[in-house]
């Protein structure tokens, strides 16, 4: 069973080869293409800023992560991985990256993790996952080992 992931844009090839070289250009649209890429100043911009933000956004709403949530095959296979497996989760330390609504970190948690570190690339969507996490009693302030953080 795969997985789903979904990756962040990449620039595309003319934008990535007039960044490279911007003097190799010589057609109107490669010129909007630098122009683009290096901004009205002729200063460099920085295209992964705004891919980064883009991705991140895009984890910042309910629905990507209800889908996932919703994939009970998968949701559940999480589940019995980081419960049922105390020789691997037991005492550990766990970093649960991209951490979304938290569901993987309290897992961990219930599988016996001493501490688990939910990161999560959007601010609103941590803020959500701390939440959760409370609500269920596995924050810090209740005694328990996760805590989420934005970054």
């Known amino acids: 069973t795969a997985l789903w992931h979904r990756g962040p844009c990449q620039p595309s090839t003319s934008v990535a080869a007039a960044a ?5 250009s010589s057609s109107s649209s490669s010129s909007s293409t630098v122009a683009a890429v290096f901004g009205s100043a002729g200063r460099p911009v920085n295209l992964r800023a705004g891919i980064d933000k883009q991705y991140f956004d895009s984890y910042s709403y309910f629905d990507i992560h209800h889908e996932m ?83």
């Open 69 to 151: 949530l919703s994939d009970k095959p998968r949701t559940e296979a999480y589940q019995k991985a980081l419960t049922q497996n105390p020789s691997l989760i037991k005492g550990a330390k766990v970093l649960d990256v991209g951490c979304g609504t938290g569901i993987l970190s309290m897992f961990a948690a219930k599988g016996g993790a001493a501490a688990v570190v939910g990161l999560d690339g959007s601010e609103r969507i941590a803020g959500f996952a701390r939440q959760v996490v409370a609500a269920n009693h596995l924050d810090a302030a209740s005694g328990g080992p996760v805590s989420i953080v934005a970054g």
């Open 20 to 24: 490279a070289d911007p003097s190799s």
